[in-house]
């Protein structure tokens, strides 16, 4: 069974495109969240939703929108695709109601935009 | 700012060498820390935490002490395998109620383990 999943795993796209991707986590969490990791393999946080709620909004541009339907599930549409936007985007989840804030991540989306 | 330094990678070692990590954290609170792995491919798992100072995680045979006194939270295994080549990510994060459990990384050290 797998905790959490992203869809697609890769991703490419042209410039000016608008994509999403989507998570699904099993585990009961509350949280989620969308990171980015750049060529460098850096890790920064994007965006987290708790109950639905968003409580981290990065600065991050605009063309991002996450949505978060129910507390399983949380998507990133991503508008106006630009060359810098080329990452690898992982989803993770956390149970901050239950104390246990260790997040659990998705295998990632590896995003090419040519 | 928050955030976390980790010494500079690739780390190249012969199977059955002593491992470290360095890792050291700027913090304005209290954080929790964390290790977690990356396979080649692969999404990031949680490899050892620790919530207090002088807490010890370990798993796997890999160990890292919290040190408040030094602000640091080294990674170190005794003998690593072939199989621990991966990239290695420090972290801190804050919580309680009023914080957001965001995760602030280092910026990962490349572990590479030869026969």
């Known amino acids: 069974d797998t905790a959490v999943s992203q869809t697609p795993k890769y991703l490419v796209t042209q410039m000016g495109n608008d994509k999403s991707i989507k998570c699904e986590q099993n585990?009961?969490?509350?949280?989620m969240y969308w990171y980015k990791q750049d060529s460098k393999k850096f890790l920064k946080i994007m965006f987290s939703?708790?109950?639905?709620?968003?409580?981290i909004n990065e600065t991050v541009p605009n063309r991002f929108s996450p949505k978060s339907p129910d507390k399983a599930h949380l998507n990133l549409h991503i508008n106006s695709l630009e060359l810098g936007d080329s990452a690898v985007y992982f989803c993770?989840?956390?149970?901050?109601?239950?104390?246990?804030?260790?997040?659990?991540f998705g295998p990632g989306t590896r995003l090419t935009v040519t | 700012g928050d955030s976390v330094t980790q010494m500079e990678g690739p780390v190249t070692l012969s199977e059955e060498a002593f491992l470290t990590i360095n890792c050291t954290y700027t913090?304005?609170?209290?954080?929790?820390l964390f290790w977690y792995v990356q396979y080649p491919g692969e999404g990031l798992q949680l490899l050892l935490k620790?919530?207090?100072?002088?807490d010890k995680g370990s798993n796997k045979g890999f160990e890292a002490t919290y040190r408040k006194e030094t602000t640091s939270f080294h990674l170190e295994k005794g003998s690593v395998q072939v199989s621990d080549s991966a990239v290695y990510f420090c972290?801190?994060?804050?919580?309680?109620?009023?914080?957001?459990?965001?995760?602030?990384f280092g910026q990962g050290t490349t572990l590479q383990v030869k026969p």
């Open positions: 620790a919530t207090k100072a002088d």
């Open positions: 972290a801190l994060s804050f919580h309680g109620s009023s914080n957001t459990g965001k995760l602030i």
């Open positions: 913090a304005t609170g209290y954080p929790s």
């Open positions: 585990l009961g969490h509350d949280t």
């Open positions: 993770a989840s956390s149970s901050r109601l239950a104390g246990r804030y260790e997040q659990y």
């Open positions: 939703y708790n109950n639905k709620e968003l409580i």
